[in-house]
Structure formats: C-alpha cells, structure tokens
C-alpha cells in the first residue's frame, strides 16, 4: 500500500469537487423554490423541488462524511497507524485497503 497517499489525495480531490457540484446544484435548487412562493404540499412542483432538495442533502452529508474518512486515514497514515485495526489491533489485509483505503478496522471488525 505504498501509493496509498496518493490514491486518498485523489479521491480526497474528487470528493471536494463532488461536494462542489452537489452544492452549487443544491443552491440552485434552493434558489428556484424561493422564485415560487408557493406551499410545498399543495404544490406538485414544489413537492418535487422538496423531494430533490432531499435527495441532495443526502448525497453532500454522505460526501461530506466520505471526505471526513479520507482526512482520518491521511491522519492515521501520517501518525503511522494506518492499516492496523482501531477496533482488535490487528493488521488490516492489503485485499480490503486497496477496495476501500479509508478502512479503519479489519474484516473481523467490520
Ligand atoms: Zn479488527
């Protein structure tokens, strides 16, 4: 796992960049509703703009915790406990870290 850094530098730019898009999308979102002034529930329209609106948040919470994982493992590479369960202490195989780098315990723990 020697170019781990290097794969959560990238996925840690490609998260921001999804975090930016969702956002602005979400903006404009948050910008039509307020051109219509309407009520959400007697509104089909609107009811659609919530349901989206929803759908977005959802996507940038789950974004934003992905890039939280991304900065804990950099963290953990850094102080040298990268790769090693927090849960048993043990060393999380090489198979699992290359799916997912931001793992932070082992299959066992999982
Ligand atoms: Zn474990």
Do not use: K, M
């Amino acid at each position: 796992v020697s170019d781990v850094a290097t794969r959560l530098q990238a996925e840690e730019q490609e998260t921001l960049r999804r975090i930016e898009s969702l956002t602005a999308e979400y903006d404009g979102i948050v910008r039509a509703a307020q051109g219509t002034a309407n009520d959400d529930e007697h509104d089909p329209e609107g009811a659609t703009i919530a349901f989206e609106r929803e759908q977005l948040a959802a996507l940038l919470d789950q974004a934003r915790r992905h890039l939280a994982e991304i900065t804990a493992a950099a963290e953990r590479l850094s102080a040298g406990s990268y790769g090693v369960c927090t849960t048993c202490g043990a060393t999380i195989a090489d198979a699992r870290l290359e799916a997912r780098p931001t793992a932070r315990t082992c299959i066992n723990c999982a």
